[in-house]
């Protein structure tokens, strides 16, 4: 029972790893932060603290202005990566809260909602606090670069262990509000729950469903896409031409127009090998969940076998 919670978690990293790995892959929300993170700085500290511009052709770039700022332009630049849009924590707190046990359906997903808009919101305290830490540690040493340390330090503990002190917080207070763990029930029993996504128990092919309804049929198609990413990687001429280029150039130290195509085929071959490997990981996420509603009786469809299940559905059929 409670193994399940460390191979939620595993298995939520895993995807959220996959999905990263391409730069950018959360562009839209890193971009919504950035705009906000500068509208409520210039709002705060005027106009001419802070700019906005593109990073890697997204508006995520953030540059924070002040004499007492190192450097010969007096500016501070940070931008707004994927680990910095809060993805990562809002599927951390939502795994925790929607496998926790005895509380019902419709509760985790309001719980799912307003963890997500508050990991959001501590987020975006978190990029706003960057100038002043920033300008106080400058104002007390200007034009030292080991003036921007404090900033530095706030950002590498939140990142490190901050923010999981604050959503292990965050789920042990909604854990306790809703009850804790005097909350006891009968598992098998749906109880005011109208429908559930619960961790598939039965694999075998069943003579009742549609081949393409089939389980196993999603493991399938993760195993095609994972070795498609492989293929796309190391089977693909072009691109395994313009890594021997790319890295020919590397090992040279050659900058030229045919170095940077080079890398750039490159790098949207790895890109593209890794969002096919992402959508692997989901149908085999996909595959290994399933959604249910409530038998006549009450109880859940995967709680029972096959036969009880069918014979509590003929039952209420013939009742009807």
């Not at 300008?135 to 503990?157: I, S, V, Y």
């Not at 195993?223 to 693909?236: G, K, S």
């Not at 280029?245 to 750039?264: G, I, K, P, W, Y």
């Amino acid at each position: 029972r409670y193994g399940k919670y460390p191979l939620a978690l595993l298995l939520v990293e895993a995807f959220y790893w996959f999905l990263t790995e391409p730069s950018d892959t959360l562009a839209p929300l890193q971009v919504v932060e950035a705009w906000l993170w500068h509208g409520i700085t210039e709002m705060v500290w005027g106009a001419d603290a802070v700019s906005l511009s593109q990073h890697n052709g997204w508006t995520t770039r953030i540059d924070f202005h002040h004499p007492s700022f190192p450097g010969t332009f007096d500016t501070v630049g940070l931008y707004v990566s994927d680990e910095c849009a809060g993805v990562h924590e809002m599927i951390f707190l939502s795994t925790l809260i929607l496998i926790t046990d005895d509380v019902p359906q419709r509760d985790r997903l309001r719980a799912v909602a307003v963890g997500c808009a508050l990991v959001f919101i501590l987020n975006l305290a978190r990029l706003v606090a960057f100038y002043p830490i920033a300008l106080g540690g400058c104002l007390e040493a200007p034009n030292d670069p080991t003036c921007l340390n404090d900033m530095w330090a706030f950002h590498r503990q939140v990142y490190e262990w901050g923010f999981l002190v604050v959503l292990i917080g965050l789920w042990l207070a909604w854990f306790t509000w809703v009850g804790g763990p005097r909350r006891v029930k009968d598992r098998s029993m749906a109880g005011s729950d109208r429908w559930r996504i619960t961790p598939r128990k039965a694999w075998a092919w069943s003579e009742h469903r549609p081949a393409w309804k089939q389980p196993v049929m999603g493991v399938a198609l993760a195993a095609i896409l994972f070795l498609t990413a492989t293929a796309m990687v190391r089977n693909d001429p072009v691109a395994l031409e313009a890594r021997a280029t790319a890295e020919m150039c590397a090992f040279s130290e050659l900058v030229s127009q045919r170095c940077a195509d080079a890398q750039n085929t490159w790098n949207d071959a790895i890109d593209g090998a890794w969002s096919v490997a992402t959508l692997g990981l989901l149908s085999l996420a996909v595959s290994g969940l399933m959604f249910e509603r409530p038998l006549p009786d009450g109880r859940w469809p995967s709680m029972v076998d096959e036969e009880e299940r069918r014979a509590i559905q003929e039952a209420a059929r013939e009742e009807e």
